[in-house]
């Protein structure tokens, strides 16, 4: 495997990661319930991040 394709793919893993974690902290207050406007910026940040990611992979096919 491209050494280009798993830096993709591990950006991916850690864009979903964090979009559910803070997608479960919107939700339930998980980390503590801070700032619901943080969770939702950082939610749209992972969104874009893994729509980048799988547009990017499908390019390196």
Do not use: H, N, P
Request: net charge negative.
């Amino acid at each position: 495997m491209e050494i280009e394709k798993i830096f993709c793919y591990a950006a991916m893993v850690v864009a979903g990661l964090l979009t559910l974690i803070f997608a479960l902290d919107a939700a339930a207050g998980v980390l503590g319930r801070t700032s619901l406007a943080l969770d939702i910026l950082f939610m749209i940040a992972g969104a874009f991040i893994l729509w980048q990611g799988f547009e990017t992979s499908r390019e390196l096919r």
